[in-house]
């Protein structure tokens, strides 16, 4: 990954209506550990306030240690259909800055702690 960006076109429109079945919350990431059988994946376990979840992530090759991420509030995904990756289960998708601009990826965080949970918009 490189820190010079490749300004992508605009995608299509869409609708409030597509951007409302998305379901974005705040989530502390508690545990970052290394998914057996995969360089890339990391397991997350995440707190949204009521639950905790399982979230796995491919940010293992993006960061010298993933573990730098244990404890921050970051943005999440989680009404996607769970998918298995290498026998384990993802119950979400955790939102990067950067990774389709081929940038080093940043977490999409809120500016200030809020309540785990909180939902975007």
């Not at 079945?21 to 998914?35: F, P, S, Y």
């Not at 990067?96 to 081929?102: H, P, Q, S």
């Amino acid at each position: 990954m490189t820190d010079k960006i490749r300004h992508a076109p605009v995608k299509p429109e869409v609708t409030i209506a597509d951007l409302e079945k998305l379901d974005i919350r705040v989530g502390t990431i508690l545990k970052v550990e290394d998914l057996p059988r995969s360089d890339k994946i990391a397991v997350l376990t995440v707190d949204f306030g009521d639950h905790t979840r399982t979230i796995l992530a491919g940010i293992r090759e993006e960061r010298e240690d993933p573990t730098e991420i244990e404890g921050k509030q970051a943005l999440f995904v989680v009404n996607m259909k769970p998918r298995k990756i290498s026998g384990m289960t993802s119950q979400g998708m955790l939102y990067d800055i950067g990774y389709a601009d081929g940038i080093k990826p940043a977490l999409a965080m809120p500016e200030r702690p809020v309540p785990n949970g909180s939902r975007l918009g």
